[in-house]
């Protein structure tokens, strides 16, 4: 009896040091959404990470985990993954790993990508327009590489706004829709197929535009095709981005509030007309911005209550 006892004994031992954290999420999502990941468990979680891959194993995105400060007495890792818009309907395997306690975990779920229906256009530019596009310019490649580092840069500590954004206009008129199928149509009898990684909505020059969310600024200057360009962090991994603006009346390195002015409209860049751009970016996916006026980045009570 006493050995029954003693092995049973050593096999909790096992068992405890071997166990690994638990996940909480929702299996299905739609394309261009989001998909929030809560990892916990008795012991502390570090250097967690997700990755979503399709059946050939190529990454279709990933994450970075943080903490938050929550009632829970359990160790957590929240993770928020882009879903991009171009993926196909189907099943992906997502895979959470990294540091459990002294030892390391692996875990992995199925999940189910939704299809969603987007929209077509041709979009007939000008010959300034078309040049713009067209021309090679190192500058305008070297452009492109900071910005695709700076959207992709995941700072743990980077927790600013965790609620619903607001519109960064107080009149909304949307012209351009996020996930648009675009087609250009240059000058020279050319064309060139692109998607839309944001909404556009049309206003005077000169309109304030405002941050949709708390965060700190982490870029604010002109660029070649979004022109005058802010871009402001708010959670580790997320980014609201504001494209070719006539002014940009904040700094880099600012820290701004929700509703605060940081730009106006203008036509400055790759732009047809005055109007704003405006782009969210998680884990460098762009992402349909509306999802976040009518729900929380991430809603820590209703999260952490799940997993109680």
Request: glycine share 8%; hydrophobic share 40%.
């Amino acid at each position: 009896m006493r050995k029954v006892f003693l092995i049973l004994f050593l096999l909790g031992i096992v068992l405890s040091l071997s166990a690994e954290p638990d996940l909480f999420l929702e299996d299905t999502v739609n394309q261009g959404s989001v998909l929030r990941l809560i990892v916990f468990g008795e012991k502390p979680l570090l250097q967690v990470a997700a990755t979503l891959s399709d059946s050939q194993t190529r990454e279709i995105s990933s994450a970075l985990g943080f903490s938050l400060n929550n009632s829970s007495p359990r160790n957590t890792s929240v993770l928020i993954l882009g879903v991009p818009s171009t993926v196909s309907p189907g099943s992906y395997s997502l895979s959470v790993t990294g540091l459990y306690g002294e030892g390391a975990f692996s875990l992995t779920r199925e999940i189910t990508i939704l299809s969603r229906v987007f929209i077509a256009e041709e979009i007939r530019l000008n010959e300034k327009m078309s040049d713009l596009r067209q021309i090679p310019d190192p500058q305008k490649e070297q452009e492109t590489k900071e910005l695709v580092e700076l959207v992709n840069t995941t700072r743990p500590t980077a927790l600013y706004h965790t609620g619903r954004f607001r519109f960064p206009l107080t009149e909304i008129r949307k012209t351009s829709t996020y996930g648009d199928r675009r087609t250009f149509l240059y000058t020279d009898g050319g064309s060139a197929r692109s998607i839309h990684y944001g909404i556009d909505y049309g206003a005077p020059q000169g309109t304030k535009v405002f941050a949709v969310g708390d965060g700190v600024v982490v870029f604010a200057a002109s660029r070649i095709l979004t022109g005058n360009t802010v871009i402001i962090e708010h959670l580790p991994g997320v980014y609201s981005l504001y494209y070719h603006l006539h002014s940009i009346d904040t700094t880099k390195d600012a820290f701004v509030l929700m509703g605060e002015t940081i730009g106006t409209v203008g036509a400055t860049g790759l732009a047809t007309g005055n109007h704003l751009h405006w782009e969210i970016r998680v884990g460098g996916v762009p992402v349909e911005p509306e999802i976040f006026l009518n729900e929380s980045l991430l809603d820590k009570d209703s999260l952490f209550d799940k997993i109680q």
